[in-house]
């Protein structure tokens, strides 16, 4: 845990003192609140991910190279909420359509909301929020936008585990995120 | 995504400018690496996360206040590996077991690694391996160390969407690596 002894000690967040910013970057803010640290994106109001299975039972995944880890990352697609000049104050919906489509080349009929929460709460406010696409339909080539080098791969469900082991020995990683939009949508909740 | 044009076009990072130190936090150091910027944590090796049942299919859910995302957040026990004088250079295994107890009071015979990756790969390097923890007994009180508020739940797993949607509407969170903790146990991972 990141923590020091002049945290809000019953941790009620009562605190008084205000939240100091350490840096500005171009994309991200760095905090200190009361002896907690964490990064804050200023310019994006939300992330979502998006869990998308074709009617054959394939799941789409995106891979691509991921500066923080300097490795290749296996993800659901997933996106930024607002970040874009002409997306900005777009819904969750409306980004989760929007980035199916950019980074799978995918559509879907309808996104139904699955769960939402904080994925790295020790160190960043992001809260993401997941989504199930529904009645997929190929409409263009995916890929992301034009700073982005997006591989999609279609991924039979029955042979995940052993394709993602695979990945793993080959150097690439896999976000947890994908193992957790399985779930929801397993358990009925999409 | 964080990106801009300066970015490794081709995303494959053979990039050559080194990263660059914005700032640096008493935990976390902010780095911009060839356009992207990120968070590391230099004085730990490691995340562990434990999905931990008991044997009347009870899970062991910890929550604690988050003042990243100001609210009280519902997670399964986990804890950095070598933060601590006395833990550093401990395993992920060992880090595993320790947390277990300082946050649940539950010790477990035996942790069985279930998968690892990147969390918030957008926004930091942190990288979280998920354990199953089996053969539990509870050893003492749990509720984290000295710096820590930590709530301890045992969840009838039947009941745990009814309960997380109720803590949900009391203003709680949830932090998604639950569903890919609970995913990779029932498919067989662990």
Same mark, same amino acid.
């Given at each position: 845990?990141?923590?020091?002894?002049?945290?809000?000690?019953?941790?009620?967040?009562?605190?008084?003192?205000a939240? $100091?910013?350490?840096?500005?970057?171009?994309?991200?803010?760095?905090?200190?609140?009361?002896?907690? @640290?964490?990064?804050?994106?200023?310019n994006?109001?939300?992330?979502?991910?998006?869990? #998308?299975?074709? #009617? %054959? %039972?394939?799941l789409?995944?995106?891979?691509?190279?991921r500066?923080?880890?300097? &490795?290749r990352?296996?993800?659901?697609?997933? =996106?930024?909420v607002?970040?874009? =000049?002409?997306?900005?104050? @777009?819904?969750?919906?409306?980004?989760?359509?929007?980035?199916?489509?950019?980074?799978?080349?995918?559509?879907?009929?309808?996104?139904?909301?699955? &769960?939402? =929460?904080?994925? &790295?709460?020790?160190?960043?406010?992001?809260?993401?929020?997941?989504?199930?696409?529904?009645?997929l339909?190929?409409?263009?080539p995916?890929?992301?936008? %034009?700073?982005?080098?997006?591989?999609?791969?279609?991924?039979?469900?029955? %042979?995940? $585990?052993?394709?993602?082991?695979?990945?793993?020995?080959?150097? #690439?990683?896999?976000?947890?995120?994908?193992?957790?939009?399985?779930?929801?949508?397993?358990?009925?909740? =999409?």
């Open positions: 845990m990141t923590h020091d002894g002049d945290s809000d000690s019953d941790g009620d967040g009562d605190g008084a003192a939240p $100091r910013v350490l840096a500005e970057g171009r994309f991200l803010r760095f905090i200190d609140e009361r002896g907690w @640290e964490y990064v804050v994106r200023p994006a109001s939300g992330v979502v991910v998006i869990v #998308a299975m074709t #009617a %054959d %039972d394939r789409l995944l995106v891979e691509q190279y500066t923080a880890v300097h &490795a990352v296996v993800e659901l697609p997933a =996106g930024l607002g970040d874009a =000049g002409p997306s900005a104050g @777009e819904s969750l919906e409306a980004a989760a359509h929007r980035e199916l489509i950019e980074e799978t080349g995918f559509a879907a009929d309808e996104m139904v909301r699955l &769960a939402e =929460g904080p994925v &790295a709460v020790g160190v960043a406010a992001e809260v993401v929020t997941f989504f199930h696409a529904r009645g339909r190929r409409v263009g995916g890929g992301g936008d %034009d700073t982005e080098a997006i591989t999609v791969h279609e991924v039979p469900r029955a %042979d995940l $585990r052993r394709w993602l082991a695979e990945k793993e020995r080959a150097g #690439a990683m896999v976000d947890p995120k994908l193992f957790a939009g399985l779930y929801l949508v397993m358990d009925g909740g =999409g």
